[in-house]
């Protein structure tokens, strides 16, 4: 097994007192994480250069060190910036690849600025870090949509659609009121995001390998500086856990699900036997062949981005289920999952947010439809209870045959005669026609959280009051 190539430069630089060859090129491309974890050089220069502060504050390596080694990661900052930094695979990883390049910048110093610490710690500081500004994303991606679902709910209030069940008209609701249940279910994914960020602020940095270190460190100092509310409190867990991604995945799961939700609703809504909506040409595309067609392709990746952020979730689990603490190279495999799931999320929160704010709702072909499919019966059957002190469960029956009796004819229950209505039951008066309008029907569910126009102005005011 010795005929593959190996890499020419015999040993690595960081490590080669040990060995006397290096690595077989298969294994260099198995090993290296330089592809993908380069996204991640600005928390790492970020947490080297607090290191370092901190070393030459406790008197472990002198001032002159610390500042060369402090500017030198600023060289290095402004070439990866520039597009000219020279990523080198035989570096494996982005922590190497900078400490290289530091050397190669300021010599004998780089030496010194891993002492203390290791690349166990170093790539849990700076993987927290960048989950921890992806946390801040999310909360700012969900605001925006919720600001976009508050805007469509307040201009629509009051505008009358079918709600289902089962896909079946159920209950006239208001387009407000359906706005306001996303408005929830997003309110709470941005709770999510924020609880994460809270249990995460924590500084895995002097961790070092997994022991922790016999060099007068101060954690408290790097967890401070680097905006941490405190060091964590155990050296192999702050090395070997990524609970930390995992929130963050199950938070992006949970609203990936919501934005699928939506995202499936707009489809059909659009679709011509609907047409609740219309979508505005910026987030439509055309067909080549079609003439006619206006497709909702954006709705429709939104809808599918699920598939891969419960995969990403999914797969980081896996890869962590049985692992012995404390590290293992295995949770190298925990990045491009996330990289890939925050990118799509922050995609599709942003193109779902720019959706709805350029989203027209057709009133008058909501509250057709509101109307159709006897979807007042149960109003109905209410009027029933109240005005004839009939049982529930008798004014459902009677109810029942009087949606018979319309379907039979083909009218709407509105347009029965008092004749018709009183063949079915004899308690039935004139005043029933005042329920039986959509408009009466969701002005009357006035119960906390129901439809009632005036229950969605409370609640889009609260939401307001909460965002402001
Ligand atoms: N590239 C590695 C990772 O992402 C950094 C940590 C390597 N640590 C080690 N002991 N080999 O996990």
């Not at 928390?43 to 607090?50: H, Y």
């Not at 900052?77 to 080198?88: H, K, M, Q, V, Y």
Request: with cysteine; glycine share 8%; proline share 3%.
């Amino acid at each position: 097994m010795t005929d593959r190539p190996q890499n020419k430069d015999a040993a690595n630089s960081m490590w080669g007192g040990r060995f006397a060859a290096g690595p077989d090129a298969i294994m260099e491309a198995i090993n290296a994480s330089i592809g993908f974890d380069r996204r991640l050089y600005a928390q790492d220069i970020r947490g080297s250069r607090a290191h370092a502060a901190m070393l030459a504050a406790q008197g472990i390596i002198s001032d002159s060190d610390a500042k060369a080694i402090g500017e030198g990661l600023l060289t290095v900052l402004s070439e990866i910036e520039a597009g000219d930094f020279p990523f080198r695979t035989a570096l494996e990883d982005i922590h190497m690849n900078v400490e290289a390049r530091l050397k190669e910048i300021i010599g004998e110093p780089a030496g010194r600025l891993h002492t203390g610490r290791s690349r166990n710690d170093q790539v849990a500081t700076d993987f927290r870090l960048w989950v921890r500004d992806q946390c801040d994303a999310a909360i700012e991606g969900l605001q925006a949509l919720i600001r976009a679902a508050l805007s469509q709910a307040e201009a629509g209030a009051d505008w009358v659609m079918p709600g289902f069940t089962h896909l079946q008209t159920a209950q006239p609701v208001t387009w407000g009121h359906h706005m306001m249940a996303y408005v929830e279910m997003f309110g709470r994914d941005l709770s999510r995001f924020q609880d994460a960020r809270a249990r995460m602020n924590e500084s895995p940095l002097g961790a070092a390998a997994l022991a922790g270190t016999g060099y007068p460190i101060d954690r408290d100092a790097t967890a401070r500086a680097l905006g941490f509310d405190r060091p964590m409190a155990n050296s192999l867990d702050a090395v070997s856990d990524r609970d930390f991604a995992l929130e963050f995945l199950s938070a992006a799961s949970i609203c990936a699900v919501h934005l699928s939700r939506l995202a499936e609703e707009l489809v059909i809504w659009s679709s011509a036997q609907f047409r609740f909506v219309s979508m505005s040409d910026k987030w439509s595309t055309g067909s080549s062949i079609m003439p006619q067609k206006r497709n909702p392709d954006a709705a429709e990746l939104i809808r599918a981005k699920i598939g891969r952020i419960l995969g990403a979730t999914v797969a980081l689990f896996t890869v962590m289920k049985g692992l012995p603490l404390a590290y293992s190279k295995d949770m190298q495999e925990d990045k491009e999952q996330v990289f890939d799931a925050a990118d799509n999320l922050m995609l599709a929160l942003a193109a779902m947010a720019g959706m709805l704010s350029d989203l027209t709702a057709n009133r008058d072909k909501m509250e057709a439809a509101a109307s159709a499919g006897f979807s007042t019966a149960t109003d109905l059957a209410d009027w029933l209870v109240r005005e004839a002190g009939l049982p529930f469960r008798d004014a459902h029956h009677v109810t029942g045959s009087l949606v018979a009796l319309a379907e039979s004819k083909g009218v709407d229950l509105s347009d029965l005669t008092l004749a018709q209505m009183k063949s079915v039951h004899d308690a039935i008066t004139d005043d029933i026609f005042g329920v039986l309008g959509v408009h009466n029907s969701v002005a009357s569910r006035q119960s906390y959280g129901g439809t009632a126009p005036d229950q969605v102005r409370a609640q889009i005011t609260r939401w307001k009051e909460k965002l402001a």
